[in-house]
């Protein structure tokens, strides 16, 4: 089965991670801008990673036989310094206008402040403005109330909720998501969040329509075939090929269709690895 990878931070990740995701079916991947491990303190260095991500990125997955794109954005646990985040966001610009850039993402919130709130809003008009996709990211702590206000804002802003997924949901956010009538994301780790097992109930109880399942596979304990353990177990679990296909490949598609510039080569060709050591 063909798979696409909807939202997964390969910065963090090994060219060997590239070989196994690909020889899994892996053919396409979108790597929203996120937090680099400390909070940068200027905006430059903001502009260069999204570069990075836009770029160099691009060129590394696609030796691997992977069509990378990319999400720009500040990502909330960089939010609280607001002149800063002011100023990065002011200078995106010409980084949404990259032509591998289909999404502005993530945002949304990582400890529900103020500050990350009026981040937040302000991207998410920028994105309506653009009518571009979002990928909005709830808050791993507290994500109820974080996901209350988080649908409370999408409602007041308003933005197309075809272009709009919201990430990192659980048991207990999913009903609210869903209620905005945007796509709902799933994020499976080995350790935190979700399982396979806990993806295949939550699909159970509320379909697969305008449902989406990631890896994220950032700095932690995470897993780049998150993915191909979802369709592994789900199809154990007795779920349709249909429903499985819907969650891993038709639904990304869907959505990130949403940008003109998603456009994904499914049969790119791994380059000889040996060359790249000359």
């Known amino acids: 089965m063909t798979i696409i990878e909807p939202h997964i931070h390969m910065y963090s990740r090994t060219t060997d991670d590239y070989q196994k995701m690909y020889k899994a079916g892996i053919r396409a991947c979108v790597e929203p801008s ?6 940068r303190r200027y905006a430059g260095t ?4 999204f570069l990075l991500i836009l770029d160099f990125e691009t060129v590394r997955a696609r030796r691997f036989g ?15 310094d607001q002149v800063l985040a002011d100023e990065v966001i002011d200078g995106m610009a010409k980084y949404l206008d990259h032509p591998r850039c289909v999404a502005l993402g993530e945002i949304g919130f990582n400890n529900i402040t103020p500050n990350e709130e009026h ?27 974080g996901t209350e206000r988080t649908a409370a804002i999408i409602n007041e802003i308003n933005p197309n909720r075809n272009k709009v997924v919201i990430d990192h949901n659980t048991e207990e956010t999913m009903a609210i998501s869903r209620d905005t009538g945007c796509y709902c994301g799933m994020t499976v780790y080995p350790i935190s969040k979700l399982t396979p097992k806990r993806v295949s109930e939550i699909i159970r109880t509320f379909g697969s ?69 000359r």
């Open 34 to 39: 996120f937090w680099m491990g400390a909070n």
């Open 46 to 49: 903001f502009f260069d990673y």
């Open 66 to 80: 992977i069509d990378h794109f990319a999400a720009v954005s500040l990502n909330p646990k960089e939010a609280e």
């Open 119 to 145: 981040a937040f809003v302000r991207q998410l008009i920028i994105a309506k403005e653009r009518d571009i996709p979002i990928i909005v990211h709830l808050p791993h702590n507290d994500k109820l109330r």
């Open 209 to 277: 329509d305008r449902m989406i399942v990631d890896g994220s596979a950032d700095w932690g304990i995470s897993d780049p075939l998150s993915l191909v353990k979802v369709v592994d177990f789900m199809a154990k679990d007795g779920h349709s090929e249909k429903t499985i296909q819907q969650l891993v490949f038709d639904n990304s598609m869907a959505f990130y269709n949403g940008s003109p510039k998603w456009i994904p080569e499914l049969d790119l060709t791994p380059v000889d690895p040996t060359i790249f050591q």
